[in-house]
């Protein structure tokens, strides 16, 4: 009998992937992560590892050359990423964020399951583009518009931030779906790199996240009708985008913070060392600490829980739910605003130390990590939906 | 008539891209462009105008797809009051 024309593809357990997650975080990525913050550039090493790992296509399915992950389980990885560098774990969430897009809207499309299989075999790298300059920061609302023209279509987006568009494989553009759409029906692209041009119209000089490179840029492009996305932009953002990305990032937050709360471990086990016939009162600040931590984790868990069960029943109909809805953007919140009086007081607990710039145990770019957080995709615009929502809900 | 009243309150609150008359009672009211906020917006004159109050499971897309969606939620909650 005859050997299978092919190998088959076998996924990864997630302990393997967390080895791999781990291999990389400590080595390439903490090695270069204060030259990718001093200067705001793309953590082009890292990445190259992540890829030699084959880390950018965990989420995808095994039947398309993935390790079909779980959303809880993509969280744990995201979450170890947040360990090492805030703005390695940023760029890996947010191109987790695309790739569930595609996964859980598109993948039995012809051209996004074969644009999937190219993921896995080359390891390509999503970026995206969902806010518009003259829009603001509301997703659901859009001003450039995709022509399609035969089997082409060609769009051009003004849009404030593409976090590293200019180190992406493809960006997915969010817009009106025809010339003739309202501002909320939008579709959402699939732009190669190589098809479209980026005129670049912001930098990306921030306090924190600096390797994320969000720059502005004027982006037009022309490609294949097929590389619109086959489902409405409104699924794919209450089905994936939304609660993917609240989950994703809270999960790096958490990772970020609990590596800040080692450190401060750390301390208050040296000075116990130095003085070990009494307690040191920084213990009870760390006590104090883990348990924000705790709350921020629980918190979190039990969202992506929830995220677990509404997907396995299969429709798309029960994200819509204002008390699901609720609860990501209550995840989202939380964790951003815990992480950074988390990092502050495990600063408290290090002491100057972690203050200082030049110092092993400093945790100064964990903080101005920490404070873009509540401000990008803005907390109180955010707080502001959960209002309206809270008017409608009624909380049985 | 709940229809005309339906009708009202959606040309009132909606804040829609384009006239109600223009609309069936099929069209998609998201395609028109009601958003999560007019929604509720939509919601609220809703409970009023009909003494109703709105199922949380109700508060989705698919209840304030389109004006027949809506009758049908409404019909649905004033059965419901009545039995």
Not at chain 1, 89 to 97: C, L, S
Not at chain 1, 329 to 355: L, T
Not at chain 2, 37 to 63: G, K, Q, S, W
Request: with cysteine; proline share 2%.
């Amino acid at each position: 009998m005859s050997a299978p024309a092919e190998t088959l593809h076998r996924a990864r357990a997630l302990d393997d992937i967390m080895d791999s997650v781990r291999r990389v975080g400590e080595t390439t990525v903490l090695e270069f992560a204060a030259d990718v913050d001093r200067n705001a550039r793309f953590p082009t090493e890292a990445f190259d590892a992540i890829k030699r790992e084959r880390l950018l296509s965990v989420f995808v399915p095994e039947r398309f050359g993935g390790d079909g992950v779980s959303v809880s389980e993509l969280c744990k990885i995201c979450e170890q990423f947040g360990h090492y560098d805030g703005s390695v774990a940023m760029i890996y969430a947010m191109h987790q964020i695309q790739v569930a897009c595609i996964v859980q809207n598109a993948a039995d499309d012809a051209f996004f399951g074969q644009y999937l299989r190219k993921l896995c075999e080359d390891q390509l790298l999503l970026a995206s583009a969902t806010t518009e300059i003259d829009v603001g920061g509301d997703v659901r609302s859009s001003i450039c518009a995709v022509n399609i023209e035969g089997d082409r279509f060609s769009l051009t987006k003004k849009a404030p931030v593409i976090s590293y568009a200019l180190d992406s494989d493809a960006i997915m553009v969010t817009c009106r779906s025809s010339e003739n759409a309202p501002p909320g029906d939008q579709s959402v692209v699939l732009v190669k790199t190589g098809d479209h041009e980026l005129e670049q119209i912001a930098g990306w000089d921030t306090m924190g996240f600096r390797g994320t490179c969000s720059s502005g840029f004027i982006l037009s492009s022309t490609g294949a009708a097929e590389q619109v996305m086959p489902v409405p932009y409104a699924r794919v953002l209450s089905k994936s985008m939304h609660p993917v990305s609240h989950l994703t990032w809270g999960s790096l937050w958490t990772g970020l913070a609990a590596s800040a709360v080692e450190m401060a471990r750390k301390t208050v086990r040296e000075d116990a060392r130095k003085q070990p016939d009494v307690a040191p009162v920084a213990a009870l600040r760390l006590s104090e600490v883990n348990e924000l931590l705790f709350s921020m984790r629980s918190g979190l868990n039990e969202v992506i829980a929830e995220y677990e069960r509404l997907l396995a029943l299969n429709t798309d109909t029960a994200f819509d739910d204002y008390g699901f809805s609720i609860r990501v953007n209550n995840a989202k919140i939380r964790c951003s605003e815990m992480m950074v009086d988390i990092i502050a007081r495990a600063m408290n607990i290090v002491g100057i130390s972690a203050y200082r710039n030049d110092s092993k145990k400093s945790l100064a770019r964990h903080l101005r990590d920490a404070h873009g957080a509540a401000l990008m995709v803005n907390n109180d615009r955010i707080r502001q939906h959960n209002a309206t929502m809270q008017i409608a809900y009624k909380g049985r | 008539m709940h229809e005309k009243t339906v009708r009202e309150i959606l040309g009132e609150y909606s804040k829609l891209a384009v006239e109600m008359d223009t609309l069936s009672n099929d069209s998609d009211l998201y395609d028109a462009g009601l958003t999560s906020l007019t929604t509720v917006t939509v919601m609220l004159a809703l409970e009023d105008a009909f003494d109703i109050e709105f199922e949380d499971h109700m508060l989705t897309r698919a209840t304030f797809h389109s004006v027949n969606t809506l009758l049908a939620a409404i019909d649905e909650l004033l059965a419901a009051q009545a039995a």
